[in-house]
């Protein structure tokens, strides 16, 4: 039995999308002949819980853990703080003085991210560890982008096989757009992640264009994307005009050409209000909340806050539409969220709200499951809800027949093992 040894921060309980990805491979992986060892944080500070996940974990992953300081137990304004850490950052324009400052103190001191301080934790825990176990892989996974620096150190003192997985573009990510990042601090990420890219064995990537980015840096580029597990369980549709969104709803996420599209459909479209029901699954920002609580279709919407994963389910597969919104920053376009695969294997109409050029478009027009629109597109969104709608009045918005299993993340970690041996 082959030894694989993952380091990284985010692990159950943590909720949210960036636990999905390596809890499902680390399991997948012992079908494998492969017993995971998987290194974490003790007492981590994660700013969503979902305790459901801990159910999840095969009994044949061998967890284990050291300890990490997190700077963020004694910063002031702790709640304030988790908000902007799961996603929920003003733009630069609508910064208050005292959160461009708190923003450029987190942006320039703490490089590349507030996890630095585990690095010297876990090399020295990793040490005595790796010289007790023989792995033939190890594998770290950002963001936090902190995790690969564990495993640049590592890389360096051991013989062994590093693999490291990038689930973004690192720098140019759109929250490290708003940190007020002076020039040398940007000098200092890119030194740091070449250093990263070209000691690495593999790059693991999760889009295609994220592998063209790497592609300049260094050519072990591979792509791994994200995926969904495969369910038998049957969902009777809502016998409600239903919209669903899965995920948060954050300043640079508000498709206010959504909300203008719906309110035109009630005005316009009768009986539309009788029908429709909006439901928004996950954390909510205030300004948002009140911009449909004042909408013309607010006794409509259903706020539903956080849902454990394994607990949307049932919303995703019996929902007439499914909504995902990403930000319109370009950076995004290299991003495929975790959801969208699982929106994918529902087969439920799927409109995408999101940058220009995004490979989300290019997955859509390949399995026609769907629309993708820009913030430009108002008449074009009019046009497909009322569409869809009428298709819902007739009983005839159906399931589209396509295969997905290239996504599924069994078929996923073969590539994963490939990549290993």
């Not at 380091?7 to 017993?35: C, H, I, M, S």
């Amino acid at each position: 039995m082959k030894k694989v040894l993952i380091v990284t921060y985010y692990w159950p309980p943590a909720g949210g999308p960036g636990v999905q990805r390596w809890l499902k491979f680390a399991n997948n992986l012992t079908n494998f002949d492969f017993e995971p060892h998987v290194l974490v944080p003790k007492e981590p500070n994660y700013a969503i819980i979902d305790n459901s996940l801990e159910k999840e974990i095969s009994s044949k992953i061998k967890l284990v853990s050291c300890p990490i300081f997190e700077i963020s137990d004694f910063i002031p304004f702790k709640n304030y703080f988790n908000s902007f850490r799961s996603g929920n950052i003003n733009q630069i324009s609508d910064q208050s003085f005292f959160e461009k400052i708190l923003f450029f103190l987190r942006g320039n001191l703490f490089i590349p991210d507030l996890k630095i301080f585990w690095r010297k934790k876990a090399v020295k825990f990793l040490r005595k560890y790796l010289q007790k176990n023989q792995f033939d892989t190890i594998v770290t996974t950002g963001p936090p982008h902190s995790i690969h620096l564990i495993g640049l150190d590592i890389k360096e003192e051991f013989d062994i096989n590093w693999i490291a997985d990038f689930r973004d573009p690192w720098l140019m990510l759109s929250s490290n757009m708003k940190f007020h990042f002076l020039s040398q601090t940007k000098s200092k990420h890119l030194k740091l992640r070449n250093m990263v890219l070209q000691n690495a064995n593999k790059v693991v990537v999760t889009s295609e264009k994220l592998k063209n980015y790497y592609n300049k840096f260094t050519s072990n580029i591979v792509k791994i994307t994200n995926g969904y597990d495969g369910t038998d369980l049957k969902y009777d549709l809502d016998k409600n005009f239903t919209i669903t969104h899965v995920g948060s709803l954050y300043p640079d996420r508000n498709p206010e050409i959504l909300w203008e599209v719906l309110e035109r459909m009630c005005m316009n479209t009768k009986g539309f209000e009788d029908h429709f029901n909006l439901q928004l699954i996950g954390n909510i920002d205030k300004k948002i909340k009140k911009r449909l609580n004042i909408s013309k279709f607010s006794k409509c919407v259903s706020f539903k806050g956080y849902i454990s994963e394994k607990n949307t389910h049932s919303y995703i597969f019996s929902s007439q539409l499914l909504l995902m919104v990403e930000s319109i920053d370009k950076v995004m376009s290299y991003v495929i969220p975790g959801k969208f695969f699982k929106y994918l294997y529902s087969k439920r109409p799927i409109i995408v709200i999101g940058p220009s050029d995004s490979e989300i478009e290019q997955i859509m027009n390949e399995f026609k499951c769907g629309k993708y629109f820009t913030q430009d597109k108002k008449e074009l969104l009019y046009s497909y809800l009322e569409d869809c709608y009428r298709k819902f009045k007739k009983n005839d918005l159906k399931n589209r027949e396509y295969s997905v299993e290239k996504y599924d993340r069994l078929h996923l970690t073969k590539k994963l093992v490939e990549l290993i041996k």
